[in-house]
């Protein structure tokens, strides 16, 4: 089975290939069609999403025909990735609410959601964490000379405490589903 990357840029498919024993092939998806993929039933092992599954509303579709669909390419007993699903209950999210940020989300879930998803969608849910108790978003804003391995590794030892600290908290799921017979 070829394996592939879908809205990747060029660095990140060179990236991939390097890595990979099998083809990997970039395939743009359709504006007028956003929720049909154009790949037979079954011909995936494994679908990742990071950060998309949040926006498809936006564009016209919804998150359970966006998981059906999803389903549908996957092999059964394939698996779904899901990174990035923001947490309703985020202090981050709520802060991007208040001071209206662009890197607000529009839509937020419970585990609760998450889990009648996946369910209506014809998934079991294999794993399920909350992660991010620190905003990433600000690093961007630093000047690039202060963006260091160093103060990335300071953050992320202080985001994975944080993180068990406050996790009811944070600002993400990861969830990894299986796709059900």
């Given at each position: 089975m070829d394996s592939y990357a879908f809205g990747a840029p060029a660095p990140m498919l060179r990236h991939?290939?390097?890595?990979?024993?099998?083809?990997?092939?970039?395939?743009?998806?359709?504006?007028s069609e956003p929720v049909k993929l154009p790949y037979a039933d079954g011909t995936f092992d494994a679908v990742f999403s990071i950060g998309v599954l949040e926006h498809v509303r936006e564009f016209g579709g919804n998150e359970l025909e966006s998981l059906r669909e999803i389903g549908r390419v996957l092999r059964p007993d394939g698996l779904f990735f899901c990174f990035h699903f923001p947490n309703r209950l985020s202090w981050i999210e709520a802060l991007t609410t208040v001071f209206r940020s662009r890197h607000h989300h529009a839509y937020r879930y419970t585990k609760k959601d998450i889990l009648r998803l996946a369910a209506a969608a014809g998934f079991r849910v294999l794993e399920m964490r909350r992660y991010n108790a620190l905003p990433r978003n600000v690093f961007t804003s630093f000047p690039a000379g202060r963006r260091s391995r160093w103060l990335a590794?300071?953050?992320d030892i202080l985001d994975a405490m944080l993180t068990w600290a406050l996790n009811p908290f944070c600002q993400n799921y990861a969830c990894v589903l299986e796709r059900m017979k």
């Open positions: 991939l290939q390097s890595r990979s024993d099998r083809p990997v092939v970039y395939s743009a998806g359709s504006e590794c300071c953050v």
